[in-house]
Structure formats: C-alpha cells, structure tokens
C-alpha cells in the first residue's frame, strides 16, 4: 500500500504581491490569496482526504485554515513542512532570491538552511507519514522548497533543475508516497 499525497502551496501573500521571498518570516494572505484559500477547500471538498498536513509558517496555516476549517478534516501542523529558511536574508526581493538560489542547494543561506536540509526535513516527514497514513489520500500545503523535495525525493529529479525552474502555479501536485519509503527522523 501507497499513501496518495497531493500537494498545494499556501495562496498569494501580501509579500508575494510585493516581490518579497518571506522564507520563516510568518507572511499573510492578501485578499486574493483568501480567496484562493476558500477555492482550494471547495476544489478539495470531495476528494477523499484523511488529513491535511501544513507548514507551521502562518501564510500556510492562513491558507489551511480558511480552506479546511470546520470541514471535518483534520489539520495538522509540521515545522518540516517550513519554507528554506533563508537566515539573515528573509524577506529579501524575490529578484535577488532567483540569481543566489543555485548556490544554496547544499551551502546554507547565511544564518539559514540549505535545500538539501530541507529535502531532509522532508524525507524524514514522509517517513513518518507513510508509517501512519499507509493506505489513504492525504494533502500537503506548504512552500516552493517542499515541493522541489517533493519532486527530489518522489519522482527523482535533481534539485539543480528544480530550483532553477520558474514556478508556475496550478492546482495541485499529485505524488505516490510508496510503502517501503523509510520512517523516522527528527523534527526541526
């Protein structure tokens, strides 16, 4: 047995709409991004989902919230679902984020964490979830990083590709997380 995983990032924040790459700076929705949020519960409605895990950064728990509150899902927060942190440079112009990104896959952003640790959080979370969740259909709202781990970890593409990739929003990532994905790992 599977666990069946879709992936969502968390909606347009006030930030986004500014050009600012939040990183573990909370962030808010903007009116839009509300929107969205309340889009994604109706879209997910009827989906089958057993539980929904979302980063413990506020613009996704915002996201989580306003999607999923009082629908009977439940909602649970993981710090390893966390954005890169970019240490001393959170909150940077999204410019300077894109030219500085490939240097960052496995040296950490000064005072922050590098990709490859947030791949590791990552791993370590499905680990955990596949041990727990085997068999259902869960969804993920998180960041950009998690779902290049995502893509790392579950379907086997460099990170060097993927950061470099522009993003382009749609509405959800589907991932098979296989039985035999290992357990366990330590949270941040």
């Known amino acids: 047995m599977t666990v069946e995983l879709v992936y969502e990032t968390h909606s347009i924040t006030t930030d986004n709409e500014a050009g600012i790459a939040t990183g573990w700076l909370p962030g808010a929705l903007s009116p839009r991004g509300r929107e969205l949020a309340r889009e994604l519960g109706a879209r997910r409605r009827d989906d089958g989902l057993a539980a929904v895990f979302v980063s413990d950064l506020a613009r996704a728990v915002e996201t989580a919230t306003i ?28 410019a300077r984020l894109a030219t500085e990104r490939s240097r960052h896959i496995d040296v950490p952003w000064p005072g922050g964490q590098s990709y490859r640790q947030v791949v590791e959080q990552t791993r370590a979370f499905l680990g955990d979830l596949v041990a727990a969740w085997e068999g259902r259909r869960v969804l993920v709202v998180s960041h950009s990083a998690n779902r290049w781990a995502l893509d790392h970890l579950l379907c086997g593409r460099g990170l060097e590709e993927l950061v470099d990739a522009p993003f382009a929003w749609r509405e959800g990532w589907e991932y098979t997380v296989p039985a035999d994905f290992p357990a366990g790992g330590e949270r941040p």
């Not at 439940?74 to 999204?94: I, K, T």
């Open 67 to 94: 999607a999923f509150g009082g629908s009977g899902v439940p909602v649970h927060r993981d710090a390893r679902l966390r954005e890169c942190d970019y240490g001393e440079l959170n909150g940077m112009p999204v």
